[in-house]
């Protein structure tokens, strides 16, 4: 297989570079230090800012390897479900030991 191009971080418009982990932290802030309703807030914020850079993530490898774009998508689909099951696997261990209570409890 010949490489034609090679792609580089100054190749991405800005518009379509990946979001800056540095957006993120006051969402996650207010998750760790807010309470009832905006604590809701807190956590829809931090996710729709976490996600809002897939789409322009999955499209710039797509043009990285533009004959293996099944596989590609199903790499980053599979890494990224699979965190998110094991992540909300945790919450269920405690809930198990623990009950639901205790569960509420540690995230709030």
């Keep these: 297989?010949?490489?034609t191009r090679i792609f580089m971080v100054t190749d991405v418009a800005p518009s379509t570079a990946p979001a800056s982990p540095r957006r993120e932290a006051p969402a996650f802030a207010g998750i760790l230090?807010?309470?009832?309703?905006?604590?809701?807030?807190?956590?829809?914020?931090f996710g729709f800012l976490l996600w809002s850079s897939f789409a322009a993530t999955?499209?710039?490898v797509h043009e990285l390897v533009?004959?293996?774009i099944g596989l590609i998508l199903g790499h980053f689909m599979g890494i990224a479900m699979g965190?998110?099951?094991?992540?909300?696997?945790i919450?269920?261990?405690?809930?198990?030991?623990?009950?639901?209570t205790a569960t509420l409890a540690t995230f709030t």
């Design 33 to 45: 230090f807010t309470h009832d309703p905006m604590l809701i807030l807190s956590i829809l914020l």
């Design 83 to 89: 965190a998110g099951g094991i992540g909300g696997s």
């Design 58 to 60: 999955i499209s710039m």
């Design 66 to 68: 533009p004959t293996q």
């Design 1 to 3: 297989m010949q490489l």
């Design 91 to 100: 919450p269920g261990v405690i809930t198990d030991h623990f009950g639901l």
